[in-house]
């Protein structure tokens, strides 16, 4: 059973910082790339960071490059995202998401963590 678990999110001030964790079990995690996305009211889901199976490949949305970076600890099972100089637009519910197989339509995805930029 795939389990995608997310945490860390909390409520932050503007310019702080937080790293997201993500917590996966139910595949092989050492070959599947993950992807962040993130979802705030009222607004489409956003793909904000994406890693290789081996982490030696990155990509960024525009709006987070330079502030947000993704990492991987195939060891742990885990993907996290730290995100640095964060600004109120970041508010958000971030999601940890993969394809199971990496080579098919089966995505999968965990239940979020909110984030909350505000003074």
């Known amino acids: 059973q795939v389990q995608l678990v997310e945490s860390g999110g909390g409520l932050v001030q503007p310019g702080g910082s937080l790293r997201l964790s993500c917590v996966a079990s139910g595949f092989n995690f050492g070959i599947s790339p993950m992807n962040w996305y993130r979802q705030a009211p009222g607004k489409e889901r956003e793909l904000v960071a994406k890693?290789?199976?081996?982490?030696?490949?990155?990509n960024y949305a525009d709006s987070v490059k330079g502030r947000f970076t993704i990492s991987r600890d195939n060891a742990k099972n885990t993907v996290y995202l730290q995100m640095s100089s964060l600004k109120p637009d970041d508010t958000a519910v971030y999601h940890c998401?993969?394809?199971?197989?990496?080579?098919?339509?089966?995505?999968?995805w965990g239940q979020g963590t909110q984030v909350t930029v505000s003074s």
């Open positions: 890693i290789s199976s081996a982490g030696l490949s990155t």
């Open positions: 998401n993969t394809k199971v197989p990496p080579w098919s339509l089966n995505e999968y």
